[in-house]
């Protein structure tokens, strides 16, 4: 891999510098990547990015070039720059594996290492979750509410990031469920199925749009795997010419066309008509395909009124969904004398309030039906009941859910041992299996497209009192801060 550690905020390293003029370089540092909302109005998230965050950090090293460059800026110190010369990842890392169901507020990462290389590492890690998590997301609620209709994801033209982000897009979505990308080169890094149509341009190049049509299948490498697109100047036009293409050419040679493609217009009537049109042909086997923006809500109401469609092609929706999936990265503990300090972070914003310290999270499952019951986030050294737990609200702690007849299961498993890599990556295969599986111990109301329910990721009783402890000090000192400076400097604003 090439080498990409200089892929970081100027930040970071401004305050990395800091930390070693001030004798912190071995300082002890915890973060927790995790997110704050659900994207795209789901109830959940799908956990992708981890293999690119492993490469990051597998290959983080500063290269003399790198080296000379943060020099030539001015921005760091010099004694600051050498000292990153001989840098290595030295820590430890947990993290829920890609294809794992998520929900707000949850660690999928903790990273545990010298500060200096901890802070670092952040926007990487952020860049591999934010772009996988959300187009994993996408695809997997697409191609569930296609139901068994497959959904190849056409999005490589969409994508935004160049050439190298368009390979991350479609592993994610074959991740999250898409059966088949148009991107060759992905379907040659991931061994993912390749699939792909013809362009209107191929059409419009020839005198009419049944030459085309004929010429396409005489030079098709397998003439039962053709797929014509048929709204270059008119649908209906279109499958005629199609039809005619399997009576006079394909009829007689033994083969079959596979389907057709609709790229726009009501989809719904257009689709109506074809079948019909294919049933009283006598070609009730040809495919319909649809494609044109499409995105779960809509996908959703085309099948509910009656579209005759077998399969989708889904681009922007899946690579270049309108959403952010927003992770953040953030600190929440420290070592001193030995002991983990928590951190917190307070804002005016309360979703932004930090939950403190070195934590775990485990994820309750109904014991007769496998599905999920609710997620804890505990203290790191806390110890699970396996027969007994009661969940509680962490904002209204009077709502309480008793547990029982159930297993659990921590969600973070290790990554990195002292710099050393001791995760075994699954294939891409074996991970999307894992992601259905996972998706299959969500209930419907989670799933539920229009009105999903919010699912509990409740606080354990030592991390709520803990955060509420730490809040109302920092809520104390700061307003005796703000006493002692009016009384010095005065009120500064009514």
Not at 50 to 69: M, S, T
Not at 234 to 247: T, W
Request: charged fraction near 30%; aromatic fraction near 10%; proline fraction near 2%.
């Amino acid at each position: 891999m090439e080498n990409k550690t200089l892929m970081t905020d100027l930040y970071e390293l401004t305050m990395s510098d800091i930390y070693y003029h001030d004798g912190r370089k071995d300082e002890i540092a915890y973060f927790d990547v995790f997110y704050r909302k659900n994207v795209l109005g789901s109830g959940y998230q799908i956990a992708a990015g981890l293999e690119e965050a492993i490469e990051y950090i597998k290959n983080f090293h500063f290269e003399e070039d790198d080296i000379e460059y943060l020099k030539s800026t001015g921005k760091l110190t010099d004694e600051f720059v050498e000292y990153l010369r001989n840098l290595k990842f030295t820590g430890d890392v947990w993290a829920v594996p890609d294809g794992t169901v998520i929900f707000p507020n949850e660690p999928v990462m903790t990273i545990r290492a010298p500060i200096i290389e901890a802070q670092i590492l952040e926007t990487a890690l952020l860049t591999c979750f934010n772009t996988g998590s959300l187009t994993a997301t996408a695809a997997k609620q697409i191609t569930e509410t296609a139901k068994d209709r497959s959904v190849a994801e056409f999005g490589a033209r969409r994508v935004r990031g160049g050439i190298d982000a368009t390979l991350l897009e479609s592993k994610a979505a074959y991740l999250g469920g898409c059966s088949a990308t148009s991107n060759t080169l992905a379907g040659k890094m991931y061994q993912i199925p390749v699939t792909g149509t013809i362009a209107h341009a191929l059409i419009q190049s020839y005198e009419n749009e049944y030459d085309a049509f004929l010429t396409y299948a005489k030079n098709a490498p397998n003439q039962n795997e053709l797929v014509l697109l048929v709204d270059t100047y008119d649908v209906e036009c279109g499958i005629l010419n199609a039809i005619r293409l399997q009576k006079e050419y394909l009829d007689p040679l033994g083969f079959q066309l596979k389907g057709i493609r609709i790229d726009s217009g009501d989809l719904t009537y257009l689709t109506k008509m074809a079948r019909k049109m294919f049933h009283q042909a006598g070609m009730d086997y040809v495919q319909i395909c649809v494609s044109n923006g499409l995105d779960a809500k809509q996908v959703k109401n085309l099948l509910e009124n009656g579209a005759e469609i077998d399969t989708f092609g889904i681009g922007d929706n899946v690579v270049a969904a309108k959403d952010r999936a927003n992770f953040v990265y953030k600190l929440v503990a420290v070592e001193k004398n030995n002991e983990i300090v928590p951190c917190i972070k307070v804002s005016e914003d309360t979703i932004k309030t930090l939950n403190p310290g070195y934590k775990k999270v485990y994820r309750f499952y109904d014991q007769k039906t496998g599905k999920v019951l609710g997620d804890v986030i505990t203290m790191y050294n806390e110890v699970i009941d396996r027969e007994n737990y009661t969940l509680v609200d962490d904002k209204n702690t009077w709502k309480k859910t008793e547990l029982t007849n159930y297993h659990v299961r921590e969600l973070q498993v290790p990554i990195f041992e002292n710099g050393e890599f001791i995760y075994e990556i699954p294939n891409l295969k074996v991970a999307r299996e894992y992601c259905r599986r996972e998706y299959e111990t969500l209930t419907d109301r989670i799933t539920d497209l229009d009105h999903p329910h919010t699912y509990y990721v409740d606080l354990s009783e030592e991390e709520r009192k803990l955060k509420e402890a730490m809040l109302q000090e920092e809520i104390e000192k700061v307003n005796m801060i703000k006493k002692e400076y009016q009384k010095k400097l005065g009120v500064y604003h009514a």
